[in-house]
């Protein structure tokens, strides 16, 4: 699976867009743009995926560029509650013994009131 | 629908004993993962079932970890005996398994292990 650069951490205001970058240079055509997030004392939840085309859902829009070497996971109104570890992790489409999850070390995003 | 379960949520040994954690996945979710997150890292991969049948155990260090799923629904991970580096949250995860493109793999909340 290609790897992700992420920034370690990142603030943002209550209310405003958080918009979190990931880089993945070395993607290749049938690796998906994953995020999952991970709030204290929790295990990681699932928030969006895509593979070339911008995708939007009730939790957070994925932004990926036309060259797919890196993408911005936004939540259009962040608040306190979605501070957490937000994680960017690619990996091939779904096939028996491909499913595994490699995780980096993430951007710790605090919401700030 | 509930979520993965998993018990107990804190454990506390001394090292070279034995600990066991347990998991119920989602109902009708086929694959079910386990996953070791030291402090300050992301989760890592230890052990993939499908149904009963191990897929990737290539990151489990077997001379002190087992896992099985004898009935191709809950799980149950052993340590035996553990070390001051086994210190770490253990989650589980589940998804529907191969067939169903894409499907979002969904946590536990995790067993957290302290060693003394």
């Known amino acids: 699976d290609a790897k992700t650069t992420q920034p370690p951490s990142m603030d943002c205001a209550e209310g405003r867009a958080a918009n979190l970058p990931c880089n993945h240079s070395t993607i290749s055509g049938n690796e998906y743009v994953y995020w999952y997030r991970q709030i204290h004392s929790q295990g990681p939840q699932y928030i969006i995926h895509?593979?070339?085309n911008n995708e939007t859902n009730e939790m957070a829009s994925l932004i990926i560029t036309e060259d797919r070497k890196s993408s911005t996971l936004i939540l259009p109104h962040a608040t306190l509650r979605d501070t957490a570890v937000y994680y960017c992790?690619?990996?091939?489409?779904?096939?028996?013994?491909?499913?595994?999850?490699?995780f980096g070390t993430g951007t710790r995003l605090t919401i700030i009131p | 629908e509930a979520g993965v379960a998993q018990s107990p949520r804190y454990k506390i040994i001394e090292k070279r004993q034995s600990v066991a954690f347990w998991c119920n996945p989602i109902?009708?979710?086929?694959?079910l993962y386990w996953y070791q997150q030291i402090l300050g890292q992301g989760p890592k991969l230890l052990i993939q079932?499908?149904?009963?049948?191990?897929?990737?155990d290539s990151q489990l260090p077997k001379d002190r970890f087992s896992a099985e799923r004898l009935k191709g629904v809950d799980s149950t991970l052993k340590i035996q005996p553990a070390k001051l580096e086994d210190s770490a949250v253990y989650l589980c995860?589940?998804?529907?398994?191969?067939?169903?493109?894409?499907?979002?793999?969904?946590f536990g909340d995790g067993t957290r292990l302290s060693i003394l």
């Open positions: 992790i690619v990996r091939v489409a779904v096939e028996l013994g491909n499913e595994k999850l490699t």
């Open positions: 995860a589940s998804s529907l398994g191969t067939g169903h493109s894409n499907q979002p793999q969904h």
């Open positions: 109902s009708g979710h086929a694959t």
């Open positions: 079932f499908q149904n009963n049948g191990v897929v990737d």
């Open positions: 895509g593979l070339k």
